[in-house]
């Protein structure tokens, strides 16, 4: 069964500073996407970033980008220039086939809690 | 605009009543999906629809009931027969042509 782990269940970062999230995941699938969603305060789920896994690019949104490894199955966030604003909880998703053909299921990790320091 | 909707924001209930979480979406997507978030824990997959007049169970569907009678509608009913039932739940809805799944702002569900 597919599995992801995020592993770091706090993270800090100064303001306008760099920081890395982790994931890793488990799957024996060669076809998938992954995900970054951010969950504030307000608990909305956003999006951040995705990524398709046959595409060796790695995805970047503004100060959002990701290095994938698929090799390592490992999947990191990178955030530059930290706001206060990006303080939030991290969720990395992994999106599977799921019963029938064109169903999906998507399996997320524990979360990353990142604090900004002003 | 379009988008995820889900009321009550908060609902309290007596332990042994039934209560249903309304979700409603105008994206227009096929896919609805039933999510239960507790403190490190992440989001667990209660139910999972594809489909009008179609779903299947998640992970965690024990004690958990729901209806997919319209596209827009995915009502989720949390029964007596549901242990825990105190915790944050969110409805998402996906499509084929975009991957990814869009979430309402969820429901905190107290249930004393």
């Known amino acids: 069964a597919q599995t992801v782990t995020q592993s770091q269940p706090e993270m800090s970062v100064q303001e306008a500073e760099t920081v890395t999230l982790s994931c890793t995941y488990d799957t024996s699938e060669s076809d998938y996407y992954l995900f970054w969603y951010k969950q504030p305060p307000s608990r909305q789920m956003i999006l951040v970033i995705r990524?398709?896994?046959?595409?060796?690019q790695n995805a970047t949104e503004n100060r959002f980008s990701v290095n994938f490894q698929k090799a390592a199955k490992s999947f990191s966030l990178k955030i530059s220039d930290s706001q206060l604003g990006d303080a939030a909880m991290y969720f990395c998703a992994y999106r599977t086939q799921f019963g029938t053909s064109g169903t999906y299921k998507y399996i997320f990790g524990t979360g990353t809690r990142l604090k900004v320091l002003a | 605009d379009g988008g995820i909707t889900q009321s009550p924001k908060y609902l309290f209930r007596k332990e042994g009543q039934n209560v249903t979480l309304s979700c409603e979406q105008n994206?227009?997507?096929?896919?609805m999906y039933w999510y239960r978030q507790d403190p490190g824990q992440g989001l667990r997959l209660i139910y999972y629809?594809?489909?009008?007049?179609?779903?299947q169970k998640g992970d965690i569907a024990e004690g958990y009931s729901v209806s997919r009678e319209k596209k827009e509608s995915f009502p989720l009913t949390v029964t007596s027969a549901q242990k825990n039932p105190t915790a944050f739940y969110l409805c998402?809805?996906?499509?084929?042509?975009?991957?990814?799944?869009?979430f309402g702002p969820g429901t905190r569900l107290t249930v004393t």
């Open positions: 998402a809805s996906s499509t084929g042509q975009r991957h990814e799944q869009y």
């Open positions: 629809s594809q489909i009008v007049n179609d779903f």
């Open positions: 994206l227009n997507h096929d896919a």
């Open positions: 990524q398709e896994a046959y595409k060796q």
